[in-house]
């Protein structure tokens, strides 16, 4: 499958480092831990609807199709602003998309990665022949921001994929090979980090296990789509690994003996973004990579969950 | 691809039409207008993810592989425990499923179509072999029992399915077809029917619109489905419908020409327990199914979303 455009979309309003400072954390700590001076917050009138259709609008611009050729929807979101009429069929109304596929995903920080497999599967069944996949996460909407332990990671924001089945443009991207596991079954698994609309919101009880376990399967999902492929870390231009921390990153990074220049990170400056962090940062970077460059989406999140997505530019 | 095992869970709590006398509404005015007389509500101790161990735990005793041989689990809920460790990643935690994907969807009512979908594609792309559905709607947590409007309507419960890209047992029934679309786009979409976990819990401001609607898709996607492998609706043993309203189920009945016996219906005494309503209903009546028979599941939700599934005893 081919990506046809890319787009997202971050509020516009700053959260800084200072802001914490009310929990007993100062600019300094938060940033040598995490990696994030700077956090973007959804304003009153914004919603995980509201930042979708601001990506989508942004990628209508270069669209090489009207957008109701769309033939399958795909939400990401594990915050979402509605369960039963869901991210997608907003979309779907948005737009008036007629005759697609609509629903939405969550495994978490890994909920892109699940819905770009979906999207392969409805493209090997022949039931959907162009996808969008919107992710977006308002965690402003979900976190208590006086919680010592994790109100101060969260940023919101949004980003869309347009893909197809068969090539389209001549800037097309190829999506090699993708891959996903769930893992509630090892460490804290679902308790590691957890998000309870009826019971609070986002905390992360369980940072540790969570950091230690992100490390190892971001670095095994990276290196299981490159050896699909006979490729090695070495081959791949960019590195585009979830946004969590920094520390995390930096630790994937070495184990696949790549350089800091080829790891992309956005985390300084949006925090994390949940499941909409990597297409983010794909989309940030989309315009520098080259015809035959490779490059590896790799997420760890909470469920636990992991997955990696292969690309060539064409 | 073929069911291997299914089974299903409901609360012990009646709550009886009399409890909304309350809110200024009769057994028989409830019953008329729905069909209801009865519904089932989670105790304190459950939720979500429980109902579905109780679900899983029945179907264990028939399942004919080891549950860990499953290799994609996927939840289905709108009304989920926690979005981050999802439904499906509980359920991984709780059977050590090792080495499986996991994710969890929503598309309303209709989400239990779209995850059967969402296996067919896994199983063309060889990417899953063994797959466990769970469908599971804890309403009660996000209901309110004082809306005169829809605070009735809604029931607890939850319904496993064991599917398998090859046909495994001499019992098994065979997927023949499934179908899902979403209509953001037409009548009230997404606003019809509302679960914002922010901003209050389910209400249906547009209940007409629903109805009408829910008619039309039901019926329309019932026929797609028998259309496609060349059967009419007369060629069906059961037909087994959204439990959203008794109303809606006798008019699509009608609309195939099928006598009432023909229609599988729980919710008098169950109420609309989501996207769990068909695959309860269904494993209801699986004992009845006889080699040859067909049956099939037809749902409408919010979003909208409409969505059927073809199955042939074998």
Known sequence: MYINAIAHYVPSEDVANEYFERNGLTDEWIFQRTGIRNRKKASQEENTNTMAYQAIDQALEILPYPIN??????????????????????IQQKYQIDDAVALTV????????????IVEGYFATNKATKALIIASEHNTAYSNDLDPISGHLWGD????????????GEDDAKILEVYTR???????????????????????PHGKDVFINAIHYMTKATFTVLERHNLSPQDIKYLIPHQANARIINNVLRNLD?????????????????????????????????????????????????????????
Do not use: W
Not at 69 to 81: H, N, Q, R
Not at 182 to 204: D, E, F, Q, S, Y
């Open 69 to 90: 050729e769309v033939d399958l929807i795909i939400g990401a979101t594990y915050s979402p602003f509605d369960t039963v009429g869901t991210l997608s069929h907003y």
């Open 106 to 117: 969550s495994s978490a920080c890994s909920s892109f990665v699940n819905a770009v497999e």
């Open 157 to 168: 924001g949004a980003s869309v994929l347009f893909l197809s089945k068969e090539r389209i």
């Open 182 to 204: 769930g893992h509630g079954n090892i460490g804290k698994g679902p308790k590691g980090v957890c998000l309870r609309p009826r019971n609070g919101g986002i905390v992360m």
């Open 258 to 314: 790549l350089p800091p220049e080829k790891g992309v990170m956005n985390i300084e400056n949006l925090g994390n973004t949940g499941c909409a962090s990597t297409p983010i940062a794909l989309s940030q970077i989309y315009d520098q990579l080259e015809s035959n460059d490779y490059s590896v989406i790799t997420v760890f999140g909470g469920g636990y969950s992991s997955g990696a997505v292969l690309i060539r530019k064409c």
